[in-house]
């Protein structure tokens, strides 16, 4: 597996709190993205990064930010939960694909909000 | 009509068979194609890669591009029930990692022994 660590790897969380999902490479890959997979609709992107406090925003990004202060680290907030953002989440990593070097995903976050 | 389309299945097929799994598209720019396996409640893993149209094979797996009929394919040879999983496809219209990839939704396969 390339070196991609998610953390939680599960939460449970009230509707209205603030939630933080953790991605961590040690890859020094340029590219990181956060998607979402639920059931019907694949895998969605959420946001994405292209470098230290670079971000965009992707397919479904209401209701989320992220932030990306180390080449390393790539976080993803949801600043005030709703049952529709239960999901599990992906993080992924890219580098600079010269070669086409495709995206590499961690193992996911199961996010529940009650 | 969403960009990349994937039949969900799901595919039940004896252990031997070879299997066939397919995504059309509408976007005529995408020229970068990927399959991604996964396994249940784990991350998608990169399974095949192809650029533009033509054939590639890796053992048991062959993955075909036709961009004139916006089509790709994914063919398992001699399946196992050790493929048994969700197989994605992806595409991206140009080599660069400010072009996130366009996933279809999946085609769950079970492989039976």
């Known amino acids: 597996d390339a070196g991609i660590t998610q953390s939680p790897r599960h939460k449970v969380t009230e509707t209205g709190t603030p939630v933080t999902l953790r991605c961590h490479q040690t890859e020094n890959h340029r590219y990181m993205y956060w998607y979402r997979q639920d059931p019907g609709h694949g895998l969605r992107l959420i946001h994405y990064s292209y470098g230290v406090k670079d971000t965009d925003k992707g397919e479904v990004s209401d209701g989320y930010s992220v932030s990306r202060s180390k080449t390393e680290d790539f976080l993803l907030t949801l600043e005030s939960a709703t049952s529709s953002q239960t999901s599990v989440y992906f993080c992924a990593i890219s580098d600079s694909p010269k070669t086409g070097t495709e995206a590499f995903f961690g193992q996911g976050t199961r996010l529940t909000v009650v | 009509q969403k960009e990349v389309e994937q039949d969900p299945g799901p595919l039940s097929v004896p252990e031997g068979a070879i299997v066939s799994l397919n995504c059309t598209y509408s976007?005529?720019?995408?020229?970068?194609f990927m399959w991604y396996r996964q396994y249940s409640r784990k991350g998608p893993e990169l399974l095949m890669y192809t650029y533009s149209s033509g054939n590639k094979e890796d053992g048991r797996f062959t993955a075909q591009v036709d961009k004139s009929s916006k089509y790709i394919s994914l063919f398992i040879r001699d399946s196992q029930p050790s493929d048994s999983a969700t197989y994605l496809c992806?595409?991206?219209?140009?080599?660069?990692?400010?072009?996130?990839?366009?996933f279809g939704k999946g085609t769950r396969l079970s492989v039976i022994a």
């Open positions: 976007n005529s720019a995408f020229q970068y």
């Open positions: 992806a595409m991206r219209g140009s080599n660069s990692g400010n072009t996130p990839l366009v």
